[in-house]
């Protein structure tokens, strides 16, 4: 979640993100890009083993921890859960290899990126006056979670399934400062790191799968969100950003990040595909430096209005595609979309194959 902004990239945090309980010319338009026919269903991404690491004992504050190396990463760890503790590398390293082909293909982190994840509180708060000195009340005054400020996450242990979410999370923002030529607007830098959460253990929690649709947190507050009437226009969601939503309160910014969340699926899948190439087009072009070029934006130190990306590689009307993106959240939220999330398959595939499914059974069979 970006939120301080000086001569450094976008600092990200997760601020109670998840509900437990980141001078123009006229442009030209991009290049056409064709449209991918049908809805995609992926398969869950089961990542190779990672290569060995090299281990060597860390202690802070007095507590015995470790410092995993692993090409492009090193994860310091200082926590109780022996599980935890054991799983935390190789999930980090796998997150980095899905983040890089789930959406195309992205290229290698320019530099090393390091990760810091605590077993208590006490010590995220030692480490975080340490190291940000006078900048360490702005974080300090987090919920739960942990920041990424220049690529580094400093992170603490809030449980094994919510800190997993958390790593993603955050990694994501590790991997676009350490490696995106130029920002991605907010909506979508945080809807990706959203997007890339999903996951599942599998073989007695010796497998990681990772399925983008498989995020009950986020469903289920999109869903809330839907129920209670709090969804907001598509122009509204691009043009802000996490911060304007948490100024209304907790709940804003987790259906903010709800609806996000639904906003990546929707370009990548909704409509039998017609925003997908136009959407990884997009990521492509931001990792390579060329989002600022090929909207003909002269400046490319200044964050890229939301509204502005949306319209020049979409090209549609804000107001038809508003409409496509609210249908799809409905029907994504509709009744019986639990069991398709729970499985981490596209809600309205999932409906459409079950209702083809019961017609089928129900069709009167010929006899001789």
């Not at 999930?91 to 899905?98: D, E, K, R, V």
């Not at 598509?234 to 709940?251: A, H």
């Not at 038809?320 to 249908?327: H, P, S, T, V």
């Amino acid at each position: 979640m970006p939120v301080v902004r000086a001569r450094r990239r976008a600092a990200a945090w997760l601020l109670v993100a998840l509900p437990i309980g980141a001078c123009t010319s006229v442009p030209p338009s991009p290049p056409a890009v064709e449209a991918t026919p049908g809805a995609v269903r992926p398969e869950p991404a089961i990542m190779p083993a990672m290569p060995q690491p090299t281990i060597e004992p860390w202690v802070f504050g007095g507590a015995q921890g470790s410092i995993v190396r692993l090409p492009g990463l090193s994860i310091h760890v200082v926590v109780r859960d022996r599980w935890l503790a054991d799983t935390l590398p190789r999930f980090a390293w796998q997150s980095m290899q899905h983040y890089r082909t789930a959406l195309g293909a992205l290229p290698e982190p320019r530099r090393p990126i390091d990760t810091y994840i605590f077993g208590k509180r006490s010590q995220w708060e030692q480490y975080t006056r340490e190291a940000l000195r006078d900048s360490a009340e702005l974080y300090l005054g987090m919920g739960r979670g942990g920041y990424t400020i220049e690529g580094r996450a400093v992170l603490y242990d809030i449980g094994p399934v919510d800190t997993l979410f958390i790593v993603a999370h955050e990694g994501w923002h590790q991997y676009t400062q350490s490696t995106f030529v130029e920002q991605l607007p907010p909506w979508m830098e945080e809807g990706l790191a959203t997007f890339m959460e999903g996951h599942r253990m599998r073989n007695e929690r010796t497998t990681i799968e990772f399925l983008p649709w498989r995020n009950l947190e986020r469903f289920s507050e999109l869903r809330s969100v839907v129920r209670e009437g709090r969804m907001v226009s598509l122009g509204q969601l691009v043009s802000g950003t996490p911060q304007s939503f948490l100024g209304d309160g907790r709940d804003s910014l987790l259906s903010y990040y709800a609806q996000v969340w639904a906003l990546m699926h929707f370009l990548n899948e909704g409509e039998g595909g017609r925003y997908r190439a136009a959407f990884r087009l997009l990521i492509d072009d931001a990792a390579n430096g060329r989002m600022a070029d090929r909207m003909g934006l002269v400046r490319r130190s200044r964050l890229v209005p939301g509204r502005l990306v949306l319209s020049q590689y979409f090209k549609v009307d804000e107001r038809e595609i508003d409409r496509q993106y609210q249908a799809f959240v409905k029907q994504v939220v509709a009744s019986g979309a639990g069991d398709a999330i729970w499985l981490g398959e596209n809600p309205i595939e999932f409906a459409a194959r079950k209702a083809a499914a019961a017609s089928a059974k129900a069709a009167p069979t010929a006899t001789p």
